[in-house]
């Protein structure tokens, strides 16, 4: 089968195509001038200039690949214009979704976030949990709006659509968020940690990366939702591990919530004023989400697509890893 994939190029992206290349599959990978594109040549990946905001490119791109993967989204916790997040992951995704519709294509898999679920009343929550009220930062919410336009396509165009809902994703070569908490840690760079207590599932993100490849496989399984991930760590247990694998003490000082969290809203607005990001990653929808944390059951992925989650440490050890090695 011929896929496009969008995201090609981001963390998720690059293992997934990795995994790919070893099987039949041919790729078509969207790709802006700007991007990284190493690892897609190195794995013979066909490149295709484009943006998922142009419809253009992606009619031009898409034509002749059976399949569809969305992973292009914005991924973080704090933006200068906070209108990219609706941009991209709402307008971005009806783009792929409806160009996807009128070609025809027989499988799209678009890869979300368990963060769009906010705070179910079930714990830890399934596929079929209803959502909570709230979302806890702009990625969560525009995911989310995102994630609707796909199912209404799906409900009244009969959109072919699978979609995957990973945990806090881990491993090498991450430069977004928890990869940037991790290397903040080895690096010495934090002068107080805080938030302890909040419970996290997690997974490896090669994990992920396999996860999609079998649901994208798999037969029919269209309308099908699978969440990925497993294992569940308090905060304070990921950065004892984060400690302990790396051989580097953490930072002597603990913040009490209540004051972290005024930290987080006096850096968000200096990083506001000055468009430059928060020090120490102190983003007020980073540090809202972590302080909330979310438990989830993984356990279809496994039952149905046959996923061996990877224990958390060894992701843990392939990130610190690929921070120590460099480029």
């Not at 078509?28 to 594109?37: G, I, M, Q």
């Not at 949990?129 to 609707?148: I, N, W």
């Not at 046959?306 to 992701?315: D, E, K, S």
């Amino acid at each position: 089968m011929r896929i496009f994939i969008t995201g090609g190029t981001g963390f998720i992206g690059t293992h997934l195509v990795q995994r790919l290349a070893l099987t039949q599959h041919r790729m078509a990978c969207l790709v802006r001038k700007t991007s990284n594109v190493s690892t897609l040549n190195k794995v013979g990946a066909t490149l295709v200039t484009g943006d998922v905001m142009d419809r253009d490119s992606l009619l031009q791109a898409m034509k002749g690949c059976c399949g569809v993967i969305n992973l292009a989204n914005v991924y973080s916790f704090w933006e200068p214009d906070r209108r990219v997040y609706r941009e991209v992951n709402v307008k971005g995704t009806r783009n792929v979704m409806e160009v996807a519709l009128e070609l025809g294509v027989s499988k799209v898999l678009h890869v979300s976030t368990a963060l769009i679920y906010g705070k179910p009343a079930d714990v830890p929550f399934t596929e079929e949990s209803p959502v909570g009220p709230a979302r806890f930062c702009e990625y969560a919410e525009t995911k989310y709006q995102g994630d609707l336009i796909a199912w209404e396509l799906c409900e009244k165009k009969r959109l072919p659509l699978v979609m995957i809902y990973p945990a806090a994703v881990l491993g090498s070569g991450d430069s977004k968020a928890t990869g940037q908490l991790i290397q903040d840690l080895i690096d010495r760079r934090l002068p107080a940690t805080a938030f302890h207590g909040p419970i996290v599932t997690w997974v490896h993100v090669r994990d992920v990366a396999e996860a999609i490849v079998r649901a994208m496989d798999k037969e029919d399984n269209l309308g099908e939702k699978y969440l990925v991930g497993k294992e569940q760590l308090s905060i304070g247990q990921f950065y004892r591990m984060v400690s302990e694998i790396s051989g580097v003490p953490l930072p002597r000082f603990h913040l009490p919530d209540s004051l972290a969290m005024a930290s987080a809203r006096l850096l968000t607005w200096l990083a506001d004023l000055t468009k430059k990001p928060p020090l120490w990653g102190m983003a007020v929808d980073e540090i809202s989400t972590i302080k909330e944390g979310f438990r989830l059951d993984g356990s279809k992925a496994e039952r149905e697509l046959g996923v061996i989650y990877t224990p958390i440490r060894l992701a843990i050890e392939g990130a610190i890893a690929s921070y120590r090695e460099g480029p």
